[in-house]
């Protein structure tokens, strides 16, 4: 009886291991850009801008980007040089994502950016020549 307890054991415990080191499936790529941008903005820019853009929601103090902040005055050009490299050159802290993200999610979290601004902030932002197609 020990000896078929033993082994049992012993099985458990290898399924138990084996289960552990299965990596975990990956997730998917959206294949909408928009849906992808949405995935990138929750993993990476949400935990220090906030859920919805909000900003100010940690210690680190990063910049609301959504329709009560002042992001849509910014050029995509800066905004993802933001992104790309970083806070420090501004004397902010956040940190360079630029070889973290590919230059599809890039431009997917910029276009997810742009759904957290009013229709009249996208329209000023298009007219000061801030966006790029």
Not at 5 to 23: D, E, I, K, Q
Not at 96 to 111: C, F, K, N, R, T
Request: aromatic share 6%; net charge negative; hydrophobic share 45%.
């Amino acid at each position: 009886m020990r000896r078929v307890l033993g082994g049992f054991v012993a099985v458990l415990w290898s399924a138990g291991l084996a289960a552990c080191a299965a990596a975990p499936p990956p997730t998917p790529t959206p294949s909408d850009p928009l849906a992808l941008g949405q995935q990138v903005f929750a993993q990476y820019c949400a935990p220090c801008h906030g859920a919805d853009g909000e900003g100010f929601v940690n210690a680190l103090d990063a910049p609301g980007l959504n329709a009560d902040s002042e992001a849509h005055l910014l050029s995509d050009e800066a905004i993802l040089t933001a992104i790309i490299d970083g806070g420090a050159a501004s004397g902010g802290n956040m940190a360079p994502l630029g070889d973290a993200l590919s230059e599809e999610q890039e431009a997917a979290v910029l276009q997810y950016l742009h759904t957290l601004w009013t229709d009249d902030q996208r329209a000023a932002h298009e007219a000061a020549g801030g966006h790029i197609p």
